[in-house]
């Protein structure tokens, strides 16, 4: 007889964590990215240790918003395409759709960049043929690999982050010093220290994730036997949001806090001697190898490498995602490619426009900035979008936002905005 326990999704009674942890886990992960460490970097080499406490600020903003993204998909059975195609009009969802499109390719040619750089530094060589063979290992593996046994391959490639861990290990850092510029910062209006706070939100609070995760909790749902959406199978909810909760938290506090070991590395040695102007993360890894040694250095810059490996499929998934629903295609990477060509045609174009990037004449240092504004000017629209959405009982059923989420989930919106403004009165001072 088919009983309720029959029809609840199949874990055990006490998952272990790593069971637990998926789409939380991989997106706070990709977080981090190369552009990524290019901007922390960049803080901690101009700031010192004064912008360290952004990463704190930011931490229950960006792991709320990502909940929220999280609870859409798991209870719609919808990414948030899916949901801007079918309950807002359609310049909205295909106008946000686009822009974060174009601000995901930028951003793929930027890490790629960024990843053959940081080969060349450690074994010499061609950069543009890793870039090349970087971009086709990345599109084949996400292509081709049986959906189970790619998440698990990047699950393991979130080890590479602890890397920048170890660096901070590696140099002399007074912590003291940094204790108490995380409790007690000197704030600024300075235009340089506003762009940093902008900068730094902008890249932990990226559009691309809020698509990623949404999308997977989709694909999660559908490859779990016995698993529905939570509004045809409101009794799978409880334990579906304790495990959503946690995974999203800690994927977060995991980007987080390596973020803030990235800022306290380069704190402690560049800004420390004198280096202040970083623009790319590898320049950031060849400047340690010079005041922090060659382990540091090789360290850093292989951290680079296994981030990218990371953060690339999630930024031509997350845009494959968002074209095929809003296009009602078949998607996700669950399916075989003959069963989904369009979705993983946008995977593989994608993917070939950032290596092609890298070929151009154009700046990536400009196009990282241009991606950067972007996705802060598509980020307050796509929040506002999942928080009218996520608090509707006609798309939400029962389970509709709690009120704590609800001040979170607003309360980072209006960051967001506010720092969309102030990039845009920096620009007119």
């Known amino acids: 007889m088919d009983t309720l326990a029959s029809r609840l999704v199949k874990q055990p009674e006490r998952p272990k964590l790593l069971q637990i942890m998926g789409p939380g886990l ?10 990524g460490i290019a901007t922390y970097s960049q803080v901690g080499a101009q700031f010192g240790y004064g912008l360290a406490w952004t990463l704190l600020f930011s931490y229950p903003l960006m792991a709320a918003i990502q909940e929220i993204s999280a ?62 063979l970087f971009g086709l290992f990345s599109a084949v593996l996400e292509i081709f690999t049986r959906y189970a046994r790619y998440v698990s391959i990047l699950k393991w490639l979130c080890l590479s982050l ?22 007690w910062p000197r704030l600024s209006v300075e ?13 932990t609070i990226s559009p691309y994730l809020f698509f990623w995760q949404a999308g997977q909790e989709v694909e999660d749902e559908k490859e779990r036997q016995g698993s529905r959406p ?26 987080n806090v ?26 950031a890894a060849e400047a ?12 850093f810059a292989a951290g680079i490498i296994g981030t990218g490996l990371l953060t690339l499929p999630v930024l031509s998934g997350s845009a494959a995602y968002a074209v095929g629903e809003l296009f009602s295609w078949h998607v996700g990477l669950a399916r075989r490619p003959f069963r989904a060509k369009a979705f993983y045609t946008v995977i593989a174009a994608a993917t070939a426009i950032g290596v092609g990037l890298n070929f151009t004449a154009i700046d990536p ?59 845009a009165a920096t620009w007119l001072r």
């Open 191 to 203: 235009p340089d220290y506003v762009m940093a706070i902008v900068a730094v939100l902008g890249t």
């Open 365 to 423: 240092v400009k196009a990282l900035y241009w991606s950067a504004v972007l996705n802060g000017v598509v980020a307050v629209p796509v929040m506002i979008a999942m928080m009218h959405l996520s608090m509707r009982p006609g798309i939400m059923a029962g389970f509709t936002l709690p009120l704590p989420l609800q001040i979170l989930g607003w309360l980072g919106t209006i960051v967001m905005t506010i720092t969309v403004v102030a990039l």
């Open 71 to 132: 609870r859409i998909g798991r209870v719609t059975g919808y990414g948030i395409a899916g949901n801007l195609r079918r309950h807002y009009p359609a310049w909205l969802s295909s106008g946000i759709v686009g822009l974060l499109l174009i601000a995901n390719v930028i951003n793929l040619g930027a890490d790629l960049g960024a990843m053959g750089a940081a080969l060349k530094l450690l074994i010499a060589g061609p950069a543009l043929l890793y870039v090349c």
């Open 162 to 183: 602890f890397s920048y861990v170890i660096c901070a290990f590696l140099v002399r850092v007074p912590w003291i010093a940094v204790g108490w510029a995380v409790v």
């Open 230 to 255: 939570l509004i045809r199978a409101p009794e799978q909810a409880p334990s579906e949001f304790v495990r959503i909760r946690i995974d999203t938290y800690l994927g977060m506090a995991l980007s």
């Open 288 to 299: 340690l190898r010079a005041v922090a040694g060659g382990f540091t250095f090789v360290v």
């Open 26 to 35: 991989i997106t706070g992960a990709s977080d981090d990215d190369p552009s």
């Open 258 to 283: 390596i973020a803030f070991f990235i800022v306290i590395t380069t704190a402690a040695t560049l800004h420390a001697h004198g280096v202040t102007n970083i623009q790319t993360s590898a320049q």
